[in-house]
């Protein structure tokens, strides 16, 4: 089954806690991208990876890293996670290329920052 | 860069009500449009994507949208919502070339009292 996975799904943390949420896809995908959704801002682009080794900042990268080692995965890392990093998370992935591709989203990881 | 506004955060109906939800872009070029809901806690899924030919499209469930060039809108339409389409809706444009990402609107959560 095609799929965009997350884990973890939900995750309570302190500030400063270094953590890292995992995303992994099975389609071959060359493009991936972090959103980040918060009440009355929709969804905003944290980073994006068009290939691997290739990655590029989105709307709100600050405080967030990734890295694309592999094809299929692309990993959030909050080196010092904050308050204002509470927030609903998904990954997502299309084919590369032209905006034609149809995004496919995970399932989200709800993330508490204390 | 591509921005996408959404013109009602909130829309409360009645079954069996016509539903139109607006969506203006912002892009100087081609583009290619798209529509995502969003059903409690879950996430995102495509409802219709426009990318050429017939600005008319139809999507899932019994939705349509049409692609008007000339007001840089791509409005989503339904004939008679169920209580079933309460969801949030997005709004997403993405520039026709290669190498492009997403741009999300804010949303509209749509409330279809029984």
């Known amino acids: 089954e095609a799929q965009v996975t997350q884990n973890p799904r939900y995750l309570i943390t302190v500030t400063g806690k270094k953590l890292t949420v995992t995303c992994s896809q099975n389609?071959?995908?060359?493009?991936m991208s972090w959103y980040r959704q918060d009440p009355g801002l929709g969804l905003r682009q944290i980073y994006y990876s068009m290939n691997v080794e290739v990655t590029d900042k989105g709307d709100v990268p600050e405080g967030y890293k990734v890295s694309r080692k592999e094809k299929r995965n692309f990993p959030l890392i909050l080196e010092s996670p904050s308050p204002n990093q509470t927030s609903l998370y998904f990954c997502?992935?299309?084919?590369?290329?032209?905006?034609?591709?149809?995004?496919?989203f995970g399932e989200g990881s709800r993330l508490t920052v204390l | 860069a591509q921005s996408v506004s959404q013109h009602n955060h909130h829309v409360i109906l009645s079954e069996a009500a016509s539903l139109e939800l607006g969506c203006n872009y912002s892009y100087g070029g081609t583009v290619n449009l798209f529509w995502y809901v969003q059903y409690p806690g879950q996430h995102l899924q495509l409802l219709l994507k426009y990318f050429s030919g017939d600005p008319l499209v139809k999507g899932i469930k019994g939705f349509e949208a049409e692609f008007i060039k000339s007001k840089f809108s791509f409005n989503l339409r339904k004939p008679s919502v169920q209580w079933s389409d309460t969801a949030e809706y997005f709004c997403?444009?993405?520039?026709?070339?290669?190498?492009?990402?997403?741009?999300f609107g804010k949303g509209t959560m749509l409330l279809v009292s029984p």
């Open positions: 997502a992935s299309k084919s590369r290329g032209a905006g034609t591709g149809e995004l496919f």
């Open positions: 389609m071959n995908h060359e493009y």
């Open positions: 997403a444009v993405s520039p026709n070339s290669g190498y492009s990402t997403l741009t």
